[in-house]
């Protein structure tokens, strides 16, 4: 058993206006005291004005990528400072979408989390594998070797979590089995460098499945995607975190 804390975390992706807000305040209030870490990443634009919105509340919030550099001419591109300024406290990295949309690699995603440890942020660092490496027997390698290329020099428990999301799980509603998963988390666990870097599944995290996956020895929590949209069924997930054991 690790000491790894727990956490909730959701990815709201290109979603988010500002009328969303009002999930991220019904969230808030409906998690006055959690005994689980609770984090929202919404859009950037939406990051400082959600930060106001849930101010003197136990929700963080973080934001879904940032640029290796600190500044510079890098149009469109968002920096580890900028997020912190913003009041983000964590990044996600190395999401899926961005590893294929942006053909980001897992180099590219040490060098980011780099950057988000030197501006005080905890790097969520994202790793998984295809249908098609599942398919192929591929699995450990895949994930083992995108955490080793992933993890930057100096990572701990205090600057780092790491998720685990099988790319065809993703959006799908189609997860892993409990021994899959189980399988996976066990695995990371064991090559990690500090036994308390929180380790959380994503994909296709709602709150019908959620205790059973919490369960799960070495699942310290979640990355969840379209269910954090909705304080209700956010809000259901991470009743199941809490409830889950250490
Ligand atoms: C994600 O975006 O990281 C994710 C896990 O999405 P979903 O929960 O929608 O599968």
Known sequence: MSHACKLAAGNWKMNGLRANL??????????????CGILLCPPATLLATMRDALSGTAVMVGGQ?????????????????????????????????RRADHAETSAQVAAKASAAHAAGLVAIICIGETEAERDAGKTLDVVLSQLADSLPEGATSANTVIAYEP??????????????????HDALRAALPDAGISLLYGGSVKPANAAEIFAITNVNGALVGGASLKAVDFGAIIAALEGAPD
């Open 22 to 35: 009002d999930e991220a305040r019904a969230l808030a209030a409906a998690f006055p005291d959690p005994k």
């Open 65 to 97: 990528d940032c640029h290796a550099q600190s500044s510079g001419a890098h149009t469109g591109d968002i920096s580890a400072g900028m997020l912190a300024d913003a009041g983000a406290r964590q990044v996600i990295l190395g999401h899926s979408e």
């Open 167 to 184: 790319v065809w799980a993703i959006g799908t509603g189609r997860t892993p089995t409990i021994e899959q998963i189980a399988e996976v």
